[in-house]
Nanobody, 118 residues
């Protein structure tokens, strides 16, 4: 059974920091790139950050310089360090496993709420 379990969300004041974690089980972690998405109320889900199995990263312009994605292949985990948080970062954050092999299913976590108060 495949599971992606996020943790680390919560309520933080503007300017604060949070670290999200996503633990994967039931998949061969090394064949997946990992993404963090977020979805704010009444908005579309958007890609926040991505990391390849080798550690190459990409970020949405709105978070570049404030967020850092990392992964630990031995622990089958991906992390999102979020600094200088803003109220507009408030959203449910989702972990996504994106397969690097064709015809392979992708997977989503259940999401973790991040709320930034002004």
């Amino acid at each position: 059974q495949v599971q992606l379990v996020e943790s680390g969300g919560g309520l933080v004041q503007s300017g604060g920091s949070l670290r999200l974690s996503c633990a994967a089980s039931g998949i061969i972690f090394g064949i997946y790139a990992m993404d963090w998405y977020r979805q704010a109320p009444e908005k579309q889900r958007e890609l926040v950050a991505s990391i390849t199995r080798g550690g190459s990263t990409n970020y949405a312009g709105s978070v570049k310089g404030r967020f850092t994605i990392s992964r630990d292949n031995a622990k089958k985990s991906v992390y999102l360090e979020m600094n200088s948080l803003k109220p507009e970062d408030t959203a449910v954050y989702f972990c996504h496993a994106r397969p690097l092999i064709s015809d392979t299913k992708d997977y989503w976590g259940q999401g973790t709420q991040v709320t930034v108060s002004s």
